[in-house]
């Protein structure tokens, strides 16, 4: 279409006006001013009284995820509602990224009409805004001063407007882009400091998932921890509201273990949210107390271990999850993992000087106390041939005993001293079945123990009891409404477990398949499973079976 020539001088003035614009754009500013400034030179420009900047947004979709305008107050803008996301007429350049003038936008075949409250606009001009081959948006012009349409040569100016934000739009993108590096950085440079220092393993835990959250801009960042990425469970979770993500042991998040690369989600499963970023922490190696971001298998102290790091964005906030840069979070779970081995390995040293000293207090005790403890028993059986006395006699048998005893028990701690605790036996793996049922029960059960568990119970019936534990936490969980749970496992003649919770009870209709199967392991080893009230509320579920 056509339109009136303007005059020559007015050109040359329009002109210069755009070379001085160019050199406003290369100044320093943040996004956000540099696309209102764009907006505004571009209705200068054209002779608009309203132009609009869409930035596009990097999903699947491409739809706007920025709608910047000038001509219209704020007040307008809060009448009008939702800025647009590109449908329509704004969406043709969006399909097709070539100039486009109008005589109506209202006559044309793709327009939706305006919403209430919005101002009349009739004549059109849209430019797409873009480098080479890369489109970040549209500028769109509306109502010519003056009447009449936009003429070739505001489309022109325009075009030449466009180019020039383009660029100045790439080099703000860029420096954005470079702050989130540094922030990860900054990030990956506070987990090592802080493993570095005295820092326990939950605590760890919880400062990677802060961070991640912190930077990527996340609404929720978790971390799922297991001995295999089929049985990951969430170990912390880092969040601005009261969401919990439960169930997520994904065939996503075993997959990203697996390929130990990050995967992004459309969907992360969790209602009200919507993308997700998984960034695998696997590989690690590390004994059960060391700081840091894993799980221990049952097999060994250096058994390979999974993690996930996982962070979400409500579906508003999409584009935050296309800006998070998976090359640098996965740079930041290797920095991760190079911290904590750097924190094990200090761990180690710690924990081998711990031995040292046990060693050296197992000789002490050895070869000093228990000889001066024997000697002494010797002494007092030696004295009896000097008293008749029956009732003196009887004390110094007693004491003769009493030391007897002790020497054992000082025998049993110098065992036990020497034994070094692996990451996988019975103590280590109730403690850590317990700490996993918190998270399902809303509480977290205190654990006791008592006797030689880790020398005494040997491995299948340690795998009985905590299938019975599993089990007898699970019903806790879905039945009992306790604010209050204990667990305590003991070793003697019997190996004894007891679950206790202030709960509502059994009640008389429960289904006891599960019982059931709990009271034919205890049969199966000679033992005996029993339930029964406790005051003034709850339930104690007792396990019981002889130990060899």
Known sequence: MTGPVEPEEHDEH??????????????????????TRIAEIARDLGGARYAALGVLGSTRERRLRLFVTTGISEQEAARIGDPPTGRGVLGLLIDHPEPVRLHDIDAHPQSYGFPANHPPMHSFLGVPVRTGEKIFGNLYLAEKIGGGDFTPADEEIVIALAAAAGVAIENALLHEEAVRRERWLDARAQISSALLGEVDRVTALQLVADLARDVAEADLAWVLMGPDPE???????????????TGLETPEAAAAVRAGVPRALEDSGIPGLGPAVLVPLAGLTDPQLASGVAAVG???ETAETVGVLALAWRPEVAERAAEVDLALAREFAEQVALAIRLARNRYDRERLAVYEDRDRIGRDLHDIVIQRLFAIGLRLQGGLKWTEDPRLT??????????????????????ELGTRPRSGDLQTRVTRLVDRAAASLKIRPTVSFEGPIRLTVPPPLAEEVLAVLREALSNTARHARASEASVELIAGQELVLRVRDNGVGVP???VESGLTNLRRRASAHGGRCTVTPVEPSGTLLEWAVPLG
């Open 14 to 35: 329009r002109w210069r006006l755009l070379l001085d614009a160019v050199v406003t754009l290369a100044a320093g500013r943040s996004l956000d001013e540099l696309l």
């Open 394 to 415: 009887e004390r110094i048998d007693e004491a003769v005993d009493e030391i007897d005893t002790t020497i054992r028990d000082i025998r049993r701690t110098i065992f």
């Open 508 to 510: 008389a209709d429960a």
């Open 298 to 300: 049952d097999a060994a």
């Open 231 to 245: 049985l990951l469970d969430v170990a912390v979770v880092a969040s601005g509201s009261a969401t919990r993500p």
